[in-house]
Nanobody, 128 residues
Framework: QLTLVESGGGLVQPGESLRLSCAASGFTLDYYAIAWFRQAPGKEREAISCYKSSDGSTYYADSVKGRFTISRDNAKNTVYLQMNNLRPDATAVYYC?????????????????????WGQGTQVTVSS
């Protein structure tokens, strides 16, 4: 069975950090692009970051640039999203997704290009 499983969410105070994990099983991430999305209540799903395994290219939404970092551990077949200096507007359910790598990760880090595999989501709450 081919799955993605997110973990690492939780409740933190503004300014604190979290690291989300996205573990793949049943397939290797070597040949795919991986994306992190988030969805807050009443809002559309938002692309946060994407990683293209073939060339290591990345994309970050303007709202998280300089604070979030996407990375990959090949041995563990896992992708991480390090989130620093979290703000209350980061409160959302975070999802990872994987699919065949799009041509341009900078312009194609969108849910429509990541339909094959999705995780179940992990809740992140930033509140004082």
């Amino acid at each position: 069975q081919l799955t993605l499983v997110e973990s690492g969410g939780g409740l933190v105070q503004p300014g604190e950090s979290l690291r989300l994990s996205c573990a793949a099983s049943g397939f290797t991430l070597d040949y795919y692009a991986i994306a992190w999305f988030r969805q807050a209540p009443g809002k559309e799903r938002e692309a946060i970051s994407c990683y293209k395994s073939s060339d290591g290219s990345t994309y970050y939404a303007d709202s998280v640039k300089g604070r979030f970092t996407i990375s990959r551990d090949n041995a563990k077949n896992t992708v991480y999203l390090q989130m620093n200096n979290l703000r209350p507007d980061a409160t959302a359910v975070y999802y990872c997704a994987a699919d065949s790598p799009p041509t341009n990760i900078q312009t194609m880090c969108l849910p429509m290009y990541f339909e094959t595999w999705w995780g179940q989501g992990t809740q992140v709450t930033v509140s004082s």
